[in-house]
């Protein structure tokens, strides 16, 4: 009943950039909090940055100065803004959202597919 669709990865050169975006539909009361996770190979998944319907923002260290995420509430939309790409930033990217729905007062934890971002010369 809830979807999460990514776009925007791809492939681009070190010190490149790359804007994700996320967008959730079905049946939505509300959107507690959107975020950006990402795994590499042989890695475990891990946060990339986490933003709340208030607009408090959490990064991983390693992407704190490079990355920005921003939110669209309106649209239900979440977006990451990568600039000054490096090597190891190559992964999948996941979109994750805390939603609750229109028929349920329980809030759930929903991904996206994954979206591919290869950083490389």
């Known amino acids: 009943q809830v979807q999460l669709v990514e776009s925007g990865g791809g492939l681009v050169q070190p010190g490149g950039s790359l804007r994700l975006s996320c967008a959730a539909s079905?049946?939505?009361?509300?959107?507690?909090?959107m975020g950006w996770y990402r795994q590499a190979p042989g890695k475990q998944r891990e946060l990339v940055a986490v933003i709340t319907s208030g607009g408090s923002t959490n990064y991983a260290d390693s992407v704190k100065g490079r990355f920005t995420i921003s939110r669209d509430n309106a649209k239900n939309t979440v977006y990451l803004q990568m600039n000054s790409l490096k090597p190891e930033d190559t992964a999948v990217y996941y979109c994750?959202?805390?939603?609750?729905?229109?028929?349920?007062?329980?809030?759930?934890?929903?991904w996206g597919q994954g979206t591919q971002v290869t950083v490389s010369s």
């Open positions: 079905g049946s939505i009361f509300r959107i507690t909090a």
């Open positions: 994750n959202a805390r939603i609750v729905g229109v028929t349920s007062p329980i809030e759930y934890v929903y």
